[in-house]
């Protein structure tokens, strides 16, 4: 079993910028990838950013150049560093875990945390 837990979400204003960590403990011998979702009130739940188990990374078009995925093996922590925040960045933020497929799909992905909320003001 896999247990995830997301923290460091906040309010920010408009080009601010914010790091979102997920720790995650139990099995990790079949870890695929690790993923950030986000979902915003009435929207599909979209893919954010996700990093393979050799440290491949991938971005959503929209975040591209401005959000960072990263880990830290040592720590059990998966981070995203996300700057210049456009209140299209505000959405409830979810870290996830694949163990075969790792696509922008989300049903792909096996263990999910809670979700951390980020609401970005103009």
């Known amino acids: 079993q896999v247990q995830l837990v997301e923290s460091g979400g906040g309010t920010v204003q408009a080009g601010g910028s914010l790091i979102l960590s997920c720790g995650y403990s139990?099995?990790?011998?079949?870890?695929?990838?690790m993923g950030w979702f986000r979902q915003a009130p009435g929207k599909e739940r979209e893919g954010v950013a996700r990093?393979?188990?050799?440290?491949?990374?991938v971005y959503a078009d929209s975040v591209k150049g401005r959000f960072t995925i990263s880990q830290d093996n040592a720590k059990n922590t998966v981070y995203l560093q996300m700057n210049s925040l456009i209140p299209e960045d505000t959405a409830m933020y979810y870290c996830?875990?694949?163990?075969?497929?790792?696509?922008?799909?989300?049903?792909?992905?096996?263990?999910w945390g809670q979700g951390t909320q980020v609401t970005v003001s103009t």
């Open positions: 996830a875990e694949a163990a075969n497929r790792c696509t922008w799909n989300s049903s792909h992905f096996d263990y």
């Open positions: 990093i393979y188990s050799t440290g491949y990374r």
């Open positions: 139990g099995d990790q011998y079949s870890r695929n990838c």
